[in-house]
């Protein structure tokens, strides 16, 4: 599996400096004023050569990877911009199609973490659905940011934002007069995490996981 990953990176690693050579290229021949091309001649314009699109999308429609994969190669972003202004339909369909699967493999790779961290809550919140919802809402929006995106779509058991649900629970089984604030609302969610910030420091972003 270890092999599999590092021979699916390298791929999309190939693709994506395919692509980026692509655009630099492109952008590089239309920046110059161009004589009019003669009736009949060759298409121009930025898209350059669709022969390499094509050649790089049909690589990437074959491989078989992972959400952890795509988060550290950002190829998401790349294929996107490579091939919104592509004058063949059936190419930028196809790329749309492609990215559209991409979402999709990440959306399920997130789900068991997303579970896990909403059933901490729930254990601890059985009785008020509405709290869990909220507090699961404003502790992922600190965890929604593309350095945390390899910690959402691993292991749901190493995962940060798992851990700092965990965290939660752990100081207000200690500090039982906020937990009775918090389920009564006579302290507001801003107000507690606020408090549960200062007692217990969120952890710092990890470091890009960019290749």
């Known amino acids: 599996a270890v092999g599999a990953a590092s021979d699916s990176l390298r791929a999309l690693l190939r693709c994506r400096r395919r ?10 021949s239309t920046s ?7 009736t009949g001649g060759g298409s121009g314009g ?30 998401g ?17 196809r790329s749309n199609a492609l990215c559209s699967h991409w979402r999709h493999l990440w959306r399920t790779a997130t789900k068991s973490t997303h579970a896990r961290a909403d059933q901490i809550l ?10 869990v919802e909220v507090l699961t809402a404003a502790l992922g929006a600190s965890f929604a940011t593309p350095a945390w995106a390899g910690d959402l779509c691993g292991d749901p058991n190493s995962s940060a934002y798992v851990h700092r649900c965990h965290s939660l629970v752990a100081y207000l089984k200690i500090e039982p007069t ?17 408090q549960f910030d200062k ?9 890009d996981p960019q290749v």
């Open 32 to 38: 110059q004023v161009q004589p009019a091309a003669p």
């Open 46 to 75: 930025a898209i350059g050569h669709p022969q390499t699109l094509q050649a790089v999308l049909s690589e990437l429609e074959a491989l078989q990877v992972g959400a952890p994969v795509l988060v550290r190669t950002r190829i």
């Open 77 to 93: 972003r790349v294929v996107h911009e490579s091939f919104k202004a592509c004058p063949d339909g059936n190419m930028r369909g």
């Open 122 to 131: 729930q254990e601890h919140f059985w009785c008020d659905r509405h709290l």
């Open 19 to 28: 692509l980026e050579l692509h655009a630099s290229s492109s952008s590089s």
């Open 178 to 194: 906020l937990d009775c604030q918090l389920r009564s609302c006579a302290l507001t969610i801003e107000a507690f995490l606020a």
């Open 199 to 207: 007692a217990v420091p969120p952890p710092a972003p990890p470091a």
